[in-house]
Structure formats: C-alpha cells, structure tokens
C-alpha cells in the first residue's frame, strides 16, 4: 500500500468510469460467503481495535456488520438486485414535465465508506413510454446502496433512466450531505453538495429553470 500516494490524493474524487469499479469476479462467492468473509475481517478491526468481543453487547458485532454491508448497505452493487423497471406506453399522448422530488438518498462514499445521506429530485419529458413513479425512486435507491461518487451517482441514475424511457430529455439534481466532511477532516456541519446531469430537452436553459421553479428547494439552480 503506497500510503503516501493515498495522502497525496487526499479526497479528490477520481472515477476512471461511469460504472462502478467492480473486479470480474465480483459476484462469484454467495452472500452467505460474503457475509462469512467479512464477519471474520471485521472481528480482527474490533479486536485490534482492543475490542473485547467476549462482551454480549460486542459479541455478535462481526455478523450484523457483515449482514448490513452484503445484504442492506450495499446490495446495489449486484446488478441482480436491480429493480424491475417497467414501462408502459404513453397512451394519453402525455408531453409535458413530470417531476419526482424529495427521493431519499441514502448511500455511502467511496473513500471513507461513510453516509451520504440527502435527497433526489428525478424529472423527465415523456415520449412513447412513461414509468410508475414508484419505480423511479427504487432505482435511485438502488444506485445509492453501493460504494459511490455523488456524480457518479448522479450519471448512473441519468443513464439508466434514459434507456428505460426511450429519450434522453431526462435531469437529475441531487443534494446531500457528507459525512466524511461532517464528522472528520474540516468537520463541517452545515455544508451541502448539489450535483445535477441533464440531457435532451434539459440543454435548453428555459427547460431546466421549468424543472427548478416545480421544486420545493429554491436555493437549488444550474
């Protein structure tokens, strides 16, 4: 481990693509492995830690952390674990905007694997295809639980939503707040990060102050 590279780079956000880093073999090993393998690894942070695992409040530590990691916190990694995403057609000829606002963001950065935890606001111009609103706030949720980048996050959910749809007049504002800023380093407890990915009839600046102007959040602008 270069330990002065990783200083070196401190928290700069480097992403070499728009998909999470994942090796070829990622989803070889069952979660019941997963779950296994972390238990066992965690155990040793809390006894080096000084831990004393004998204690009945820190006993069963190892598997409920391991639990939470494979089977909650990070079960967005597995592209198995997609939601089903289905459309139906745009019968009604529906062609103005449609805005879902407030999606909870619950998701862990990738550096320090702490929370990010804020809001999702998804809107979209349909054309022939138009999608149950609850579903869009299940993928959301399901870009969020994995190891991520708020724009990588931002860009994923952008994507997948533009496929989905069959266009590409789809935006994507995301407000949250970091932990790793909040409860170490500079301890900020007040900042927030806005990042918002748009494409289609979204390049258009009047559509995007459209989109801004139906959100709750005014102080949320391109």
Do not use: W
């Not at 831990?51 to 597995?78: I, Q, W």
């Not at 349909?126 to 149950?132: F, S, T």
């Not at 639980?145 to 069959?166: G, N, V």
């Amino acid at each position: 481990m270069d330990v002065e590279k990783i200083e070196a780079l401190g928290d700069q956000h480097i992403s070499t693509s728009l998909q999470t880093p994942v090796r070829d073999d990622a989803f070889s090993a069952s979660d019941a492995e997963k779950i296994e393998h972390i238990q066992h690894h965690f155990q040793k942070i809390m006894e080096t830690l000084g831990l004393d695992l004998t204690d009945d409040s820190l006993s069963g530590t190892p598997y409920r952390f391991a639990k939470m990691y494979v089977k909650e916190l990070f079960y967005g990694l597995n592209p198995e674990n997609r939601p089903k995403i289905s459309t139906f057609e745009n019968k009604y000829g529906y062609q103005k905007m449609l805005v879902e606002q407030d999606i909870t963001i619950d998701s862990s950065c990738e550096h320090h694997f702490l929370p990010i935890v804020g809001h999702a606001h998804v809107g979209y111009v349909p054309k022939n295809k138009v999608v149950g609103l609850s579903k869009i706030n299940r993928l959301v949720d399901y870009y969020a639980h994995r190891p991520q980048l708020q724009e990588r996050l931002c860009l994923q959910i952008l994507e997948d939503l533009q496929k989905t749809l069959e266009t590409e007049d789809v935006i994507i504002v995301v407000n949250a707040k970091h932990l790793c800023v909040s409860s170490r380093g500079i301890k900020d407890k007040d900042s927030l990060t806005t990042t918002v990915e748009y494409g289609g009839a979204f390049e258009d600046p009047d559509k995007r102050e459209e989109f801004f102007s139906l959100l709750k959040n005014d102080g949320v602008r391109s």
